[in-house]
């Protein structure tokens, strides 16, 4: 008797779960931040975890990409060993139209603030 | 000799010392998000904290208040023994372009959708 492994899938919340509060605290975080930037111009394209370079420790990073999925910001679906991300943009659109977006106008505006 | 008492003036960070980061962990808890919302209905004018129906006790009312001020996005000040507070609009608008009204809107849209 063979029993069938179980595909790896990563626990997400539906539409209809996703909290503003668990939103907001996500993207209250610099590191966070960086990564949803990143992949709001990757323009729906799935990017690896290791794509981006951030200043933290994988534990670190593997910690911050949890969160954002947890909280409904992005999906990670496994391809092999590594996991690949994206925006859950039309989700977030929907149920907070602009937030998304002024918050990373927000974020780059302070970046840009910061750089002068 | 007299010793003036000096005035009771709470500490709020100046403009630019506001950080995203910090603006959005104080609007991402519920009970921040329902004074601030409050606080943009009243359209600028004052509210006392007592003024605020919230569901928590006067210590952690306090607390939420502090957070929101430490972050920039209230002002408080003074009148007696209690506090007025008002939203920092105009320095929140200025730095965060769009951020607070895409917030308040999302704090509305999800408290619609409970309602349902």
Redesign the interface.
């Known amino acids: 008797m063979t029993t069938a492994t179980k595909p790896r899938v990563l626990d997400h919340p539906a539409r ?1 779960e996703i ?4 939103v ?2 996500a ?4 590191v966070r ?1 960086r990564i949803v930037s990143d992949l709001a111009r990757a323009e729906g394209a799935e990017l690896s975890c290791s794509f981006f370079e951030l200043p933290v420790t994988k534990s670190t990073r593997t910690h911050h990409f949890r969160v954002l999925r947890e909280s409904g910001v992005i999906e990670q679906v496994y391809r092999g060993t590594a996991k690949l991300n994206a925006l859950r943009r039309a989700d977030l659109d929907t ?5 998304l ?3 990373l ?3 780059d ?2 970046t840009t ?1 910061e750089a002068d």
């Open positions: 209809d909290r503003l509060e668990a907001l605290h993207l209250s975080d610099a931040l149920l907070f139209p602009g937030l977006d002024s918050v106008t927000a974020a505006a302070q603030r």
